[in-house]
């Protein structure tokens, strides 16, 4: 999926699951904290850009991500749960291209691709 597709995707998804609400409802909070990395490790979005995008602080996305990574790590169940939806509509989204690590590490050329190969990695996106 491209980057502009992917952000006006969020878009939809941030309206459809009313994520600029305020409210600290983990029913709010996870699924933003998911699309915050999507749109960050993904779109390569600045902070700023994304804390715009949902009517927010930088700080705010800057905790979101911090909180993400550790309860992906940890592999959260109510984590997974409050966001299983939204990672089906991203996924939904994806080209149904098949997961080969081998390829894809064949495939790095830079720094930046091993390190994005790396969080993919670490994210459960070969499982």
């Known amino acids: 999926m491209e980057q502009r597709e992917l952000i006006e995707h969020v878009r939809e998804l941030i309206d459809k699951y009313d994520l600029k609400n305020p409210c600290r409802l983990q029913k709010y909070t996870y699924p933003r904290y998911y699309l915050f990395a999507v749109l960050k490790q993904d779109?390569?979005?600045p902070w700023v850009e994304i804390a715009r995008m949902f009517e927010k602080n930088h700080s705010t996305v800057i905790h979101g991500l911090d909180v993400h990574d550790?309860?992906?790590?940890?592999?959260?169940?109510?984590?997974?749960?409050?966001?299983?939806s939204i990672r089906d509509e991203i996924k939904l989204q994806e080209k149904d291209e098949e997961r080969d690590i081998a390829k894809d590490v064949l495939s790095c050329r830079t720094y930046n691709q091993i390190k994005q190969l790396q969080q993919k990695i670490k994210d459960g996106y070969y499982d």
């Open 43 to 45: 779109a390569r979005m």
């Open 70 to 84: 550790m309860l992906t790590k940890t592999k959260d169940l109510g984590y997974r749960y409050f966001t299983a």
